[in-house]
């Protein structure tokens, strides 16, 4: 069993920057893709960012592309969302969720694990 646990979260300007961590326990993180998603007030959760094992595969969603990047410490069984040039239409719940195969994917159905989630709110 994994736990993943979402810090980071907050309310900031239009423009701004945060940085979401999340913590994994357990030492099977390093074999384990991570994943960020976010779901918005009566939407449905979307993809946003994930990472392979190795951290060498990333990809992202269209609209966030440029101003998201995903990184990894497995020495710290923890990874990270950085977000900068934040837009109001990115204020929603974000998640973050691992997969045992290891192999990024933007496929929700994919994912293991998942956290509790951190509220992003961005005032325009």
């Known amino acids: 069993q994994v736990q993943l646990v979402e810090s980071g979260g907050g309310l900031v300007q239009a423009g701004g920057s945060l940085r979401l961590s999340c913590a994994a326990s357990?030492?099977?993180?390093?074999?384990?893709?991570m994943g960020w998603f976010r779901q918005a007030p009566g939407k449905e959760r979307e993809f946003v960012a994930t990472?392979?094992?190795?951290?060498?595969?990333?990809y992202y969603a269209d609209s966030v592309k440029g101003r998201f990047t995903i990184s990894r410490d497995n020495a710290k069984n923890t990874v990270y969302l950085q977000m900068n040039s934040l837009k109001p239409e990115d204020t929603a719940v974000y998640y973050c969720?691992?997969?045992?195969?290891?192999?990024?994917?933007?496929?929700?159905?994919?994912?293991?694990?998942w956290g509790q989630g951190t509220q992003v709110t961005v005032s325009s």
């Open positions: 969720a691992a997969d045992r195969s290891g192999a990024a994917t933007t496929t929700p159905q994919r994912y293991d694990y």
């Open positions: 990472i392979s094992w190795s951290g060498g595969h990333t």
């Open positions: 357990g030492r099977s993180f390093r074999s384990y893709a």
